[in-house]
């Protein structure tokens, strides 16, 4: 199976996580408190693989006959994905009290999703890809339903299961007919027959057919329909990790699977379609979140504006763009882990708390909550020192570098709008004056969540030279 | 070259004071008063440490600190001053702790909070007179939204949250362009040279090059960011909300320093960086300028309100700077220099002014004012010695820069008519006329509104605030050449840019 104790160690996140689980389920089996036990044990564990991946950044190797890759730009996301994951734990271990939910399987299903990311950012064959996508999909659908006894919950399960499943068969039929025409499902094998290719009507509908599925999962207009609902019915903690885990995992199967593309420039023949969902979904997500009152689909929406930003970088379809994706996914992960880490400390049971006029007049209770949420909100905004900015200067320049300076002025225009609602937020908590109190309990581990992403998204702002070299080091 | 540390010290010792402020507790106003007090007088004299070593015959940039900032973009960190960017940074280190000193008693809740925000904004508006690198240019000049947003904001009146968010909208709109802008320049860089770079000293060379039409707009990019701060007409119409709903310290500030970002942006970045399209373009902006300052000054004299008053006439004078700037020559330049910091100067003393009576009795209609003199006496004086200084008076600071700029602009090939200079004398008219007649209708007349008779004068705290501008009002007014002297380098150099554009590929075929 292995050739060399190398290549063991380079597959070694994925075998942990897969031990991890299965200890998971072990002790939820046979603990009584294995709520306590699988979130601080779940904690770790992410820790430990997050730091692995980035310690094992330089070890590139193809292994298990060419359908897995590790090392390189896959550690950085296998990194991502289990610091956001970590972060999402931390968050959750107060939340899932007042949510009324605590299901020790709660932990495991995360972590399965989590594999399943991993999965999906280390694939070199289709087959992998549409694994990974599943593991975590269906790890997801539970997710957002845990609470048996919602409602709302219930129903976001639901059409996030019916529009998942929709997307799938994008998915499928879209490999089907890649498959067919190029007779392989080797994403390698697949990019060297590319450009012989391209002049195929059912290849290039196959490549569509996929992207279109994957548009789904990235939340791009015209195939968001799922996403405000969705995040408004999951519990405040699996939005998070929806918005931003699931996100950043579909945004790394497009990069592995069209990564020949991008660095061999042949990526010009999905350009036009890119560029198209990549205007509308910046322009639908900062329009309609205008009008929301509730933080919960104003961040969901800001989501499909962000999306629209993160196809710019795909649509210059230069190296600078991929690394542009892959730092502003980082800046975007933390701002709205922040983000939606805030509601959730906020959200009270019986899910109050979550219109945004609740949040008038935080600063004089909560100023640091407050605070920290103006960052959030600055960030997201994309307003210097901090990291949103900077992903999006690198991800406009990587489109001008392209020549599509348009894609750059309509950027900064939905920039524009998107402003509007981010300082809304800011406006409420400061400028607003309320005898209303909201009723917080106290959250360390919560606020440990919140202190950890605030410091990265200063320091990747401040100082992005450093993690901007490790991602270049690697494409 | 040997970097020079004093800058960067000046740069963030504000900051360092609002971050140490952030740990202090909420009740402890007088301390948090104090230091914000202390750090900010620590960046005046540095200020003047760098004044006192500063070279006025060497028109390259002083106290140049230069370091990678970020590898992958190849931007620096990259600061250094000349003699425009010398007299703002004093202006703004001068302004700065007055304006502590005159918030002392008016801003009663959120002491911590505001005194944080002033700091940081101070940081934020040196680092953009300093910054020489584009991308450190465009993080201090965004950045210094927040803190102004959250003055307005927090400590404004009535219509503060429509005039906070109306603010940073518009500059947003303006300065994302300038973004593209930028980002555009530094990628025509590296095609040309072969290195990405947002580094000003190495784009002076090259953005000149390219071909007029694209020139054009990327000169409207960085124009647009700037007319709106500035705001050149029309793209003021943020200009009287956010003064009328500002805190006192908010207005001094942003009359004082933020509106002077937009010109000196105009100055710095435009005219040498886009020489082709400026000579273009300057007549069309002139244009604009002078409707400004007639248009301005129109709307000035209808006002009720004594704050839009000043704010109007805000418009109006720096109507005068930008057609100074782009009328091109060394009297016009200079005198729109000179002209910045005047009207941080005695705009900046009508709004403290203004703030102290309002502090009294919290109404700012001039029909509910009249007869003071006697009553407040230094007050009335203070306010005669602002408006005519804001008025040019000869002999006063505000007749130096307006002379300057009326002069460069008549005899201006550039703009080549006499018109623009005909036109823009009658600002001054009419700013005699707004102004006195404010004047005479707040301090002469009988003493109608009951009220008034127990209106006290100025503290000695007040006084000490208007003493330390009134002096250099007066020494600007008869002695301008201390400080003509040491923007006439740099002045020249712009000029010399803008007529004679290095064109780096004929000097690679040489």
């Known amino acids: 199976m292995f050739n060399n104790l190398q290549e063991f160690y380079s597959f070694l996140p994925m075998i942990i996580i897969a031990a991890g689980i299965l200890v998971s389920v072990t002790v939820e089996l ?50 991502l994905f289990n610091f956001t994951a970590m972060i999402v734990c931390l968050l959750s271990i107060e939340y899932l009290k007042k949510y009324d939910a605590p299901f020790g399987e709660y932990y495991i299903l995360i972590q399965t999703s989590v594999l399943g990311m991993m999965l999906m950012a280390a694939a070199k064959d289709l087959f992998v890809i549409f694994l990974g996508l599943e593991l975590m999909s269906v790890a997801f659908y539970v997710l957002a339903g845990i609470n048996r006894k919602r409602g709302s919950a219930i129903e976001a399960s639901l059409k996030y299961f019916l529009l998942g499943a929709f997307a799938t068969g994008f998915i499928v039929y879209g490999i089907a007919l890649i498959y067919g025409t190029a007779q392989t499902t080797s994403l390698d094998l697949i990019a060297s027959k590319f450009i012989e290719l391209s002049g195929n009507l059912l290849f290039i509908s196959g490549v569509l057919l996929f ?57 010009k023949i999905i350009t036009p379609y890119l560029s198209v969902i990549s205007v509308l979904s910046m322009f639908f997500g900062s329009i309609v979140a205008l009008s929301q009152t509730n933080i919960k689909r104003m961040l969901a929406y800001s989501s499909i504006s962000n999306a629209g930003y993160l196809i710019i970088g795909l649509a210059a379809g230069n190296t600078e763009g991929i690394a542009g994706v892959i730092f502003y996914l980082t800046a975007y992960t933390l701002m709205n882990l922040g983000a939606f880490g805030i509601v959730s400390i906020i959200e009270s049971k019986e899910e109050k708390n979550l219109e945004i006029s609740d949040y008038a007049g935080l600063s004089n209770n909560e100023p640091l909550l407050a605070g920290l949420l103006s960052i959030f ?83 990747l702002g401040i100082l992005p030279g450093s993690f901007l070299n490790i991602i270049n080091s690697t494409l | ?15 360092v004071g609002s971050l140490i402020i952030l740990f202090v507790k909420n009740d402890k106003i007088p301390l948090i008063k104090n230091l914000g007090l202390f750090f900010s007088l620590v960046a005046f004299i540095i200020s003047i440490v760098i004044y006192s070593q500063f070279d006025n015959h060497n028109s390259d940039f002083q106290f140049v600190h ?10 620096f960190y990259f600061v250094g001053i000349d003699g425009i960017s010398l007299l703002l940074i004093l202006l703004t280190a001068f302004i700065t702790p007055l304006t502590l000193i005159s918030s002392w008693s008016n801003i009663e809740h959120k002491v911590k909070e505001f005194t944080f925000f002033m700091l940081l904004l101070e940081t934020g508006m040196l680092g953009v007179f300093a910054s020489l690198d584009l991308f450190l240019f465009y993080i201090f000049w965004e950045a210094m939204l927040i803190p102004m947003y959250f003055i307005i904001g ?41 290195g990405f770079t947002t580094d000003f000293t190495e784009l002076i060379n090259i953005a000149p090059t390219i071909a007029r039409d694209l020139q054009i707009w990327m000169f409207l990019a960085f124009a647009l960011s700037f007319a709106i701060k500035v705001p050149l007409f029309p793209f003021h119409t943020w200009l009287p909300d956010a003064h009328v709903q500002a805190p006192t310290a908010g207005s001094v500030i942003l009359a004082g320093v933020l509106l002077k970002m937009g010109t000196y942006g105009l100055l710095r970045f435009n005219l040498p960086l886009f020489p082709d399209a400026t000579l273009i373009i300057a ?12 248009y301005g000054a129109l709307v000035a004299m209808v006002q009720t309100d004594m704050k839009k008053l000043v704010a109007y006439s805000s418009v109006s004078h720096l109507g005068f700077v930008v057609l100074g700037i782009f009328a091109i020559t060394t009297e016009s330049i200079q005198g729109a220099v000179i002209q910045m910091v005047n009207h941080g100067l005695s705009t900046g003393a009508l709004f403290l002014l203004v703030g102290v009576v309002y502090e009294r009795t919290h109404t700012r209609e001039i029909a509910d004012y009249g007869g003071i003199a006697k009553v407040v006496p230094f007050f009335s004086f203070a306010l005669l010695f602002a408006s005519l200084s804001s008025i040019g008076l000869p002999g006063l600071n505000g007749f130096v820069g307006e002379f300057l700029i009326l002069l460069g602009s008549f005899k201006s090939g550039v703009l080549n008519s006499w018109w623009f200079t005909v036109f823009a004398s009658s600002g001054v008219i009419f700013a005699a006329v707004y102004l006195l007649w404010m004047y005479q209708r707040v301090v002469f007349g009988e003493l109608k509104n009951p009220k008034l008779e127990k209106l006290t004068d100025m503290n000695p705290r007040e006084i000490f605030v208007m003493i330390p501008i009134l002096i250099f009002i007066v020494w600007i007014g008869i002695y301008p050449s201390t400080f003509l002297n040491l923007s006439e380098k740099a002045t020249k150099k712009v000029i010399y840019q803008v007529n004679n554009p290095v064109n780096i590929l004929n000097n690679q075929s040489k």
């Not at chain 1, 430990?48 to 550690?75: D, H």
């Not at chain 1, 405000?228 to 699977?257: H, W």
């Not at chain 1, 020549?403 to 939905?414: C, K, N, Q, R, Y």
């Open chain 1, 30 to 79: 046979f603990a009584k408190k294995s709520v306590v036990y699988l979130s601080w044990f779940s904690v770790l564990l992410f820790f430990v693989i997050g730091m692995f991946s980035l310690y094992n950044i330089e070890s590139k190797s193809v292994i298990l006959q060419n359908m897995v890759a590790t090392g390189g730009y896959v550690n950085i996301f296998y990194a």
């Open chain 2, 154 to 194: 927090i400590w404004g009146g009535k219509e503060r949250i429509y005039a906070a968010i109306k603010f940073f909208l518009y500059t947003m709109l303006g300065s994302l362009l300038m973004l593209v802008a930028i980002i555009w320049l530094a990628v025509y860089a590296g095609k040309i040279t072969g």
């Open chain 2, 283 to 294: 007549p069309y902006i002139s244009v604009l300028a002078v409707i400004g300052i007639i």
């Open chain 1, 377 to 459: 909100m600055f960030s997201l905004a994309g307003i210097p020192p901090f990291a949103g900015f900077f992903g999006k200067y690198y991800i406009f320049m990587a489109a001008i570098k392209s020549e599509m300076t348009f894609l750059a002025i309509l950027g900064v225009l939905s920039s524009v709008i998107s402003v509007y609602f981010y300082l809304r937020i800011v406006v409420l908590m400061y400028f607003k004056k309320t005898d209303y109190n909201l009723e917080i309990s106290k959250n360390n581990s919560g606020m440990l969540a919140l202190f950890i992403s605030v410091l990265l998204i200063i320091i």
């Open chain 1, 211 to 267: 992207l279109i599925g994957f548009s789904f999962k990235i939340a791009a207009f015209p195939f968001h329909m799922w996403v405000p609902d969705v995040y408004q019915g999951s519990p405040s903690t699996i939005s998070a990790l929806f918005s931003t885990g699931g996100k950043t995992a579909a945004f790394a199967a497009i990069i592995v699977s069209l990564f020949a593309l991008f660095t061999s420039g042949a990526s």
């Open chain 2, 66 to 75: 230069k370091f990678k900032w970020i590898e992958g973009i190849n931007v």
């Open chain 2, 1 to 15: 070259m040997e970097n020079n540390f004093l800058l960067t010290y000046l740069i963030f010792i504000p900051l």
